[in-house]
Nanobody, 123 residues
């Protein structure tokens, strides 16, 4: 599975962005997906995850209620709708795919990673 994230950019605090992650190959629907982010000088952290069929979603406490993850298996794409953005959301955002159902928040559980897309939120 090859992943390509897009949709990042510069936005003012309180604004919105939608990230997309397009996957190649026919195995997309057999993989759970996740979004992680890495802010300058910080370690990469879990943001959100979604099960293979989209029935289950998971969020970090810091984004709960503001971000929404979704997927379209017909289009091999996972999305991250980000609303009410804050300067502390500034980071490079990565999408990732895993074949297991466990450990959604663990980086090591993911088999495939895309190149990141930069989100910058100005105050």
């Amino acid at each position: 599975v090859q992943l390509q994230a897009s949709g990042g950019g510069l936005v003012q605090a309180g604004g919105s962005l939608r990230l997309s992650c397009a996957a190649s190959g026919r195995a997309f629907s057999t993989h759970a997906m996740g979004w992680f982010r890495q802010a300058p000088g910080k370690e990469r952290e879990f943001v959100s995850g979604i099960s293979r069929g989209g029935d289950y979603t998971y969020y970090a406490d810091s984004v709960k209620g503001r971000f929404t993850i979704s997927r379209d298996n017909a289009k091999n794409t996972v999305y991250l709708q980000m609303n009410s953005l804050k300067p502390e959301d500034t980071a490079v955002y990565y999408c990732a795919a895993k074949s297991t159902v466990l450990n959604t928040q663990r980086e090591g559980a993911y088999d495939y990673w895309g190149r990141g897309t930069l989100v910058t939120v100005s105050s």
